[in-house]
C-alpha cells in the first residue's frame, strides 16, 4: 500500500466513528454511568470488534458474511437486547452517590470490554464501512502482513482519537453532577442513550 492509501483509509475511518452512531452513543452512556475507566475499557472493546472486521476482510471474508448473514443477524440482536438491559437498569435504579464508589472498586473491565465488542459486532454501519468501503480503499488482492498490520495500528490510533475525547467529556460531565436530582437526570440521561443505541441498532438494515 502507499501512503496515500493509509491516508484515505485513516480520513475515511476517522469521519465515520466522529459521526454519532450506536457505538459513541453507547460509550457515552457507559462514562455517564460509571465514568471514566469503565468507558475507556468499553473503547477496548469498540476498537477489538474494528479490528475483528479489518481482519475479516483483510482475509476475505466479506463473501462468508454475506452468506452466514443469519450469525450476524443474531449478534446484532443480541447487541440490542443487551444495550435494552442496560437502558432498563440505569431507568429503574441507576446510579446514587453510595453506589459510585462501589462501581468503581467492582472494575468490570472485562464486562466492558465484550460490551464494546458486542455493540461494534452488531452496528451495520460498522459492518458497511468495512465490508462495502474498505475494499474501495484497500486492494485487497495485493496487501501485505506489512500492510495488514500498519491499517490495525492505525485503525486503533484513529479510534482512540476519536473515542476519548467523547467518553472523557462525558466523564467529566458525571463528576459534575453530585446532587439526588442531578443524578436522577444523569441516570434518566444514560438510559435515554443506550435505549437510543438500541432502537438505532435494531432500526438498521440487517
Known amino acids: 500500500m502507499t501512503l496515500a492509501g493509509f491516508i484515505a483509509y485513516s480520513g475515511a475511518l476517522a469521519i465515520a466513528a466522529a459521526i454519532p452512531g ?3 452513543t453507547a460509550l457515552v452512556a457507559r462514562a455517564l454511568g460509571s465514568g471514566f ?6 473503547s477496548l472493546g469498540l476498537i477489538l470488534g474494528d479490528l475483528t472486521y479489518l481482519t475479516a476482510v483483510v ?3 466479506a463473501m462468508v458474511a454475506h452468506t452466514f448473514g443469519t450469525v450476524f443477524l443474531v449478534i446484532k440482536w443480541a447487541g440490542v437486547a443487551y444495550l435494552a438491559y442496560l437502558a432498563w437498569g440505569f431507568w429503574t435504579s441507576g446510579i446514587s452517590a453510595e453506589k459510585i464508589e462501589a462501581k468503581k472498586s467492582r472494575g468490570g473491565a472485562i464486562s466492558s470490554i465484550v460490551a464494546g465488542l458486542a455493540v461494534t459486532l452488531g452496528n ?3 459492518m458497511l464501512f468495512y465490508i462495502a468501503l474498505t475494499p474501495t480503499l484497500v486492494d485487497l488482492q495485493t496487501i501485505t502482513l506489512g500492510d495488514y498490520s ?3 495500528a492505525l485503525t486503533v490510533l484513529v479510534l482512540l482519537v476519536v473515542l476519548v475525547p467523547y467518553l472523557a467529556l462525558a466523564a467529566k460531565a ?4 453530585a446532587s439526588p436530582q ?3 437526570r ?14 438505532a441498532i435494531a432500526g438498521r438494515s440487517s
Open 182 to 184: 442531578a443524578l436522577k
Open 174 to 177: 458525571r463528576g459534575l453532577l
Open 37 to 42: 475507566r469503565s468507558s475507556l475499557f468499553m
Open 124 to 126: 451495520p454501519k460498522t
Open 186 to 199: 444523569l441516570n434518566r440521561t444514560a438510559a435515554a442513550f443506550m435505549a437510543g443505541a438500541a432502537l
Open 150 to 152: 500498519i491499517l490495525a
Open 22 to 24: 450506536p457505538g459513541v
Open 59 to 61: 482475509l476475505g471474508l
